[in-house]
């Protein structure tokens, strides 16, 4: 059964780091490109960050210099370091595949306030 794990979320002051990971059992995971997407209270779900299986990243922009996504193929998990958080990053994030979304796991609540 696929299944998508997050965890690391909490409660941090503006200008704090956290770091998500999401433990993914997927049978192919090292040839999947994964992302990181967040639900803000009273708002659609958005892409946050992806990485290909070539290791190339990608970001929203306004996480760009912030946040970094990585992932260790031998442990099908995939990782969101955030720096620099913001009040305005508060949200459940969530992992998923680039394409192709498989069921979404129940997320990891973030929280930036002082």
């Known amino acids: 059964q696929v299944q998508l794990v997050e965890s690391g979320g909490g409660l941090v002051q503006p200008g704090g780091s956290l770091r998500l990971s999401c433990a993914a059992s997927i049978s192919l995971f090292s040839i999947t490109a994964m992302g990181w997407y967040r639900q803000a209270p009273g708002k659609e779900r958005e892409w946050v960050a992806r990485i290909l299986i070539d290791g190339s990243t990608s970001y929203k922009d306004s996480v760009k210099g912030r946040f970094t996504i990585s992932r260790d193929n031998a442990k099908k998990t995939v990782y969101l370091q955030m720096n620099s958080l913001k009040p305005e990053d508060t949200a459940v994030y969530y992992c998923?595949?680039?394409?192709?979304?498989?069921?979404w796991g129940q997320g990891t609540q973030v929280t930036v306030s002082s």
């Open positions: 998923n595949r680039v394409v192709n979304y498989i069921g």
